[in-house]
């Protein structure tokens, strides 16, 4: 269960990343008690503070979904589905 699935932004193309890539998010369904619930994550260190920052970022993994997978392991605390680690 600390699998997440890829899902592009394709019904929104302008959401695009600083490489112009679609901008994709990845999500785990939920189970058990939590079957219709879920939890939006977004990871920090995105934020340009120029132009040339934002040029260089774009050919990280903080600017490009280029390399993104079509699944991820979810490891970030945040997605521990163990309540005494996350309740």
Do not use: I, M
């Not at 939590?34 to 260089?56: P, Y």
Request: negative net charge; glycine residues 12%; aromatic residues 16%.
């Amino acid at each position: 269960r600390s699998k997440g699935f890829r899902n592009d932004l394709t019904e929104y193309p302008e959401a695009r990343c600083l490489d112009g890539t679609l901008g994709a998010y990845y999500l785990r369904p939920g189970y058990g008690d939590g079957e219709k619930k879920f939890l939006l994550f977004h990871e920090g260190g995105g934020f340009c503070t120029s132009d040339d920052d934002c040029l260089a970022r774009s050919y990280g993994y903080l600017g490009s979904t280029r390399w993104d997978q079509y699944q991820t392991k979810l490891t970030h605390p945040f997605f521990n589905t163990h309540h005494e680690v996350n309740p």
